[in-house]
Protein backbone atom coordinates (compact mmCIF):
# COMPACT_ATOMS: atom_id res chain seq x y z
CA UNK A 1 0.00 0.00 0.00
CA UNK A 2 2.73 2.46 1.09
CA UNK A 3 4.15 1.65 -2.69
CA UNK A 4 1.23 2.07 -4.13
CA UNK A 5 0.61 5.64 -2.68
CA UNK A 6 3.77 6.48 -3.31
CA UNK A 7 3.24 5.79 -6.85
CA UNK A 8 -0.01 7.30 -7.48
CA UNK A 9 1.91 10.78 -5.99
CA UNK A 10 4.56 11.04 -7.97
CA UNK A 11 2.08 10.12 -10.80
CA UNK A 12 0.08 13.18 -10.65
CA UNK A 13 3.46 15.35 -9.99
CA UNK A 14 4.83 13.77 -13.12
CA UNK A 15 1.21 14.53 -14.60
CA UNK A 16 1.42 18.13 -13.40
CA UNK A 17 4.87 19.06 -14.31
CA UNK A 18 4.24 17.67 -17.65
CA UNK A 19 1.36 20.01 -17.85
CA UNK A 20 2.91 23.57 -17.45
CA UNK A 21 1.60 24.63 -20.74
CA UNK A 22 -2.19 25.12 -20.93
CA UNK A 23 -2.48 25.27 -25.11
CA UNK A 24 0.05 22.27 -25.38
CA UNK A 25 -0.46 19.67 -22.67
CA UNK A 26 -1.48 16.56 -22.66
CA UNK A 27 -3.04 16.16 -19.19
CA UNK A 28 -6.24 16.74 -17.92
CA UNK A 29 -7.28 16.76 -14.80
CA UNK A 30 -10.71 16.94 -13.29
CA UNK A 31 -13.20 15.80 -10.41
CA UNK A 32 -15.89 12.95 -10.73
CA UNK A 33 -18.56 11.81 -8.44
CA UNK A 34 -21.51 9.02 -8.96
CA UNK A 35 -23.49 6.12 -7.85
CA UNK A 36 -22.30 2.68 -6.99
CA UNK A 37 -24.04 -0.11 -6.34
CA UNK A 38 -22.58 -3.65 -4.87
CA UNK A 39 -23.14 -6.49 -3.71
CA UNK A 40 -21.35 -9.19 -1.30
CA UNK A 41 -20.65 -12.29 -3.33
CA UNK A 42 -21.69 -14.71 0.12
CA UNK A 43 -24.00 -14.91 2.42
CA UNK A 44 -22.60 -13.49 6.18
CA UNK A 45 -23.45 -12.89 9.27
CA UNK A 46 -25.77 -12.65 10.44
CA UNK A 47 -28.11 -13.95 7.40
CA UNK A 48 -25.98 -17.49 7.26
CA UNK A 49 -26.50 -19.83 9.58
CA UNK A 50 -26.16 -18.33 12.84
CA UNK A 51 -28.78 -15.57 11.95
CA UNK A 52 -31.08 -14.08 14.42
CA UNK A 53 -34.74 -14.94 14.49
CA UNK A 54 -36.05 -11.45 13.51
CA UNK A 55 -34.58 -11.50 10.30
CA UNK A 56 -35.23 -14.16 8.98
CA UNK A 57 -37.50 -12.49 5.91
CA UNK A 58 -34.64 -10.21 5.17
CA UNK A 59 -33.76 -11.04 1.12
CA UNK A 60 -30.35 -10.15 -0.16
CA UNK A 61 -30.43 -6.73 -2.08
CA UNK A 62 -28.07 -4.13 -3.59
CA UNK A 63 -26.27 -1.16 -1.77
CA UNK A 64 -26.63 1.82 -3.09
CA UNK A 65 -24.39 4.57 -2.27
CA UNK A 66 -21.73 6.90 -3.46
CA UNK A 67 -18.22 7.88 -4.44
CA UNK A 68 -16.38 11.20 -5.38
CA UNK A 69 -12.85 12.23 -5.94
CA UNK A 70 -10.39 13.85 -7.87
CA UNK A 71 -8.31 12.69 -11.39
CA UNK A 72 -6.03 12.88 -13.44
CA UNK A 73 -5.24 11.31 -17.21
CA UNK A 74 -2.03 11.45 -19.50
CA UNK A 75 -1.39 10.54 -22.71
CA UNK A 76 1.31 8.56 -23.78
CA UNK A 77 0.38 8.02 -27.27
CA UNK A 78 -2.52 9.14 -29.71
CA UNK A 79 -4.46 5.97 -28.53
CA UNK A 80 -3.15 5.14 -24.86
CA UNK A 81 -3.17 6.79 -21.95
CA UNK A 82 -2.76 6.27 -18.06
CA UNK A 83 -5.05 7.47 -15.39
CA UNK A 84 -4.84 7.52 -11.68
CA UNK A 85 -7.33 8.96 -8.77
CA UNK A 86 -8.44 9.61 -5.39
CA UNK A 87 -11.61 8.74 -4.86
CA UNK A 88 -14.06 8.18 -1.14
CA UNK A 89 -16.14 5.33 -1.90
CA UNK A 90 -19.02 4.20 -0.14
CA UNK A 91 -19.68 1.29 -0.48
CA UNK A 92 -21.28 -2.75 1.24
CA UNK A 93 -24.47 -4.93 0.92
CA UNK A 94 -28.11 -4.26 2.13
CA UNK A 95 -30.74 -7.06 2.89
CA UNK A 96 -34.65 -5.85 2.58
CA UNK A 97 -38.04 -7.65 4.12
CA UNK A 98 -41.25 -6.01 3.23
CA UNK A 99 -42.96 -3.93 5.66
CA UNK A 100 -46.98 -4.39 5.62
CA UNK A 101 -47.50 -2.46 9.20
CA UNK A 102 -46.41 0.81 7.15
CA UNK A 103 -48.32 2.33 3.92
CA UNK A 104 -46.02 4.62 1.92
CA UNK A 105 -47.37 6.66 -1.18
CA UNK A 106 -46.00 7.79 -4.33
CA UNK A 107 -45.92 11.74 -5.71
CA UNK A 108 -49.41 10.94 -7.58
CA UNK A 109 -50.91 8.95 -4.47
CA UNK A 110 -50.56 5.33 -5.14
CA UNK A 111 -49.95 2.96 -2.28
CA UNK A 112 -46.32 1.83 -2.36
CA UNK A 113 -44.42 -1.09 -0.66
CA UNK A 114 -42.86 -0.45 2.49
CA UNK A 115 -39.66 -1.81 3.00
CA UNK A 116 -37.10 -2.73 6.34
CA UNK A 117 -33.28 -2.61 5.13
CA UNK A 118 -30.41 -4.02 7.41
CA UNK A 119 -26.97 -2.34 5.70
CA UNK A 120 -23.22 -3.33 5.59
CA UNK A 121 -22.14 -0.02 5.21
CA UNK A 122 -18.47 0.25 4.13
CA UNK A 123 -16.40 3.18 3.48
CA UNK A 124 -12.84 3.17 1.20
CA UNK A 125 -10.30 5.86 0.48
CA UNK A 126 -9.37 4.34 -2.87
CA UNK A 127 -6.22 4.88 -5.19
CA UNK A 128 -7.13 3.94 -8.90
CA UNK A 129 -4.59 3.53 -11.23
CA UNK A 130 -5.66 2.41 -15.24
CA UNK A 131 -4.71 1.96 -18.37
CA UNK A 132 -6.63 3.88 -21.18
CA UNK A 133 -7.19 3.00 -24.55
CA UNK A 134 -9.34 5.95 -26.67
CA UNK A 135 -11.30 4.05 -29.55
CA UNK A 136 -12.17 7.63 -31.42
CA UNK A 137 -10.34 8.98 -33.69
CA UNK A 138 -7.37 11.49 -32.26
CA UNK A 139 -8.81 14.40 -34.39
CA UNK A 140 -12.14 13.97 -33.57
CA UNK A 141 -14.48 16.19 -29.86
CA UNK A 142 -15.33 12.54 -28.97
CA UNK A 143 -13.54 10.46 -26.17
CA UNK A 144 -14.60 7.33 -25.81
CA UNK A 145 -12.41 4.92 -23.85
CA UNK A 146 -12.15 1.69 -22.12
CA UNK A 147 -9.54 0.73 -19.17
CA UNK A 148 -8.43 -1.77 -16.98
CA UNK A 149 -6.90 -1.33 -13.82
CA UNK A 150 -5.97 -1.53 -10.09
CA UNK A 151 -7.58 0.02 -6.66
CA UNK A 152 -5.98 -0.80 -3.86
CA UNK A 153 -8.25 0.97 -0.85
CA UNK A 154 -7.89 1.89 2.92
CA UNK A 155 -11.02 1.15 5.16
CA UNK A 156 -12.25 4.06 6.24
CA UNK A 157 -15.69 3.29 8.11
CA UNK A 158 -17.36 0.02 8.88
CA UNK A 159 -21.12 -0.26 10.27
CA UNK A 160 -24.07 -1.76 10.56
CA UNK A 161 -27.77 -0.19 10.16
CA UNK A 162 -31.27 -2.02 10.54
CA UNK A 163 -33.78 0.79 9.11
CA UNK A 164 -37.00 0.38 9.43
CA UNK A 165 -40.10 1.66 6.83
CA UNK A 166 -40.93 5.51 7.46
CA UNK A 167 -39.11 4.66 11.39
CA UNK A 168 -42.77 4.16 13.00
CA UNK A 169 -43.88 0.24 14.01
CA UNK A 170 -47.34 -1.48 14.25
CA UNK A 171 -48.23 0.28 17.30
CA UNK A 172 -47.62 3.68 15.75
CA UNK A 173 -44.84 4.21 18.16
CA UNK A 174 -41.83 4.95 16.17
CA UNK A 175 -39.45 2.29 15.77
CA UNK A 176 -35.53 3.42 16.53
CA UNK A 177 -33.18 2.69 13.81
CA UNK A 178 -30.51 0.46 15.10
CA UNK A 179 -26.98 0.97 14.19
CA UNK A 180 -23.71 -0.45 15.53
CA UNK A 181 -19.93 -1.42 14.62
CA UNK A 182 -18.75 -3.59 11.84
CA UNK A 183 -15.84 -5.61 12.63
CA UNK A 184 -13.11 -7.40 10.86
CA UNK A 185 -13.21 -5.32 8.26
CA UNK A 186 -9.95 -5.83 6.53
CA UNK A 187 -8.10 -2.44 6.77
CA UNK A 188 -6.23 -2.83 3.16
CA UNK A 189 -8.23 -3.97 0.08
CA UNK A 190 -7.40 -3.81 -3.88
CA UNK A 191 -10.08 -4.27 -6.69
CA UNK A 192 -9.84 -5.18 -10.53
CA UNK A 193 -11.35 -2.65 -12.50
CA UNK A 194 -12.92 -2.95 -15.81
CA UNK A 195 -15.25 -0.06 -17.33
CA UNK A 196 -15.68 2.68 -20.51
CA UNK A 197 -15.68 6.74 -19.96
CA UNK A 198 -17.30 9.03 -22.85
CA UNK A 199 -16.45 12.64 -23.47
CA UNK A 200 -14.99 15.57 -25.37
CA UNK A 201 -11.55 15.33 -26.57
CA UNK A 202 -10.57 18.93 -25.85
CA UNK A 203 -7.53 19.93 -24.41
CA UNK A 204 -8.01 23.58 -23.50
CA UNK A 205 -11.36 23.74 -22.00
CA UNK A 206 -13.75 22.06 -19.10
CA UNK A 207 -15.42 19.11 -20.93
CA UNK A 208 -17.80 16.98 -19.33
CA UNK A 209 -17.31 13.41 -18.83
CA UNK A 210 -19.26 9.75 -18.24
CA UNK A 211 -18.33 6.76 -16.61
CA UNK A 212 -19.46 3.59 -16.01
CA UNK A 213 -17.46 1.21 -14.28
CA UNK A 214 -17.40 -2.55 -12.44
CA UNK A 215 -14.59 -3.21 -9.82
CA UNK A 216 -14.09 -6.66 -7.69
CA UNK A 217 -12.22 -7.26 -4.58
CA UNK A 218 -9.33 -9.42 -4.60
CA UNK A 219 -9.02 -9.91 -1.30
CA UNK A 220 -11.70 -11.16 1.31
CA UNK A 221 -14.15 -8.40 2.61
CA UNK A 222 -13.21 -9.56 6.43
CA UNK A 223 -10.14 -10.78 7.89
CA UNK A 224 -12.04 -12.93 10.74
CA UNK A 225 -14.45 -15.53 10.42
CA UNK A 226 -17.48 -14.89 12.61
CA UNK A 227 -19.89 -17.32 10.69
CA UNK A 228 -19.34 -21.15 11.83
CA UNK A 229 -19.07 -22.43 8.01
CA UNK A 230 -16.25 -20.37 7.10
CA UNK A 231 -18.39 -18.01 4.27
CA UNK A 232 -17.36 -14.56 5.56
CA UNK A 233 -13.61 -15.49 5.09
CA UNK A 234 -14.69 -15.91 1.23
CA UNK A 235 -16.73 -13.29 1.04
CA UNK A 236 -15.67 -11.14 -2.11
CA UNK A 237 -17.35 -7.98 -3.48
CA UNK A 238 -18.78 -6.44 -6.62
CA UNK A 239 -19.74 -3.17 -7.14
CA UNK A 240 -21.05 -1.65 -10.66
CA UNK A 241 -20.58 2.45 -10.85
CA UNK A 242 -21.66 4.93 -12.76
CA UNK A 243 -20.04 8.33 -12.37
CA UNK A 244 -19.98 11.98 -13.61
CA UNK A 245 -17.09 14.39 -13.99
CA UNK A 246 -15.36 17.64 -15.52
CA UNK A 247 -11.81 17.61 -16.61
CA UNK A 248 -9.97 20.91 -17.20
Known amino acids: MKFTSILSVLLFYGLYAHAQDPFERKVKFGIKGGFNASLFTRTVEPFGPAQRARLDYFR ?28 YSSR ?4 REKNDYV ?12 YNYFNYNLAYLEFPITVNYNFADPDSR ?4 A ?13 TKVRYAESIDASGRRAVN ?12 NSILLGIKVGEHN ?17 PVFKKDVVAN ?9 TCSIGLGLRF
Open 60 to 87: RFFHASGFGGLTAEGSISNRFSIGAEVL
Open 92 to 95: GMAH
Open 103 to 114: VTYDEEGNEQQA
Open 142 to 145: TYVA
Open 147 to 159: YAGMAPAISVRAT
Open 178 to 189: EKSRLDNVNHFN
Open 203 to 219: TRSVSPLGDFRMSYTML
Open 230 to 238: GNNLKTAML
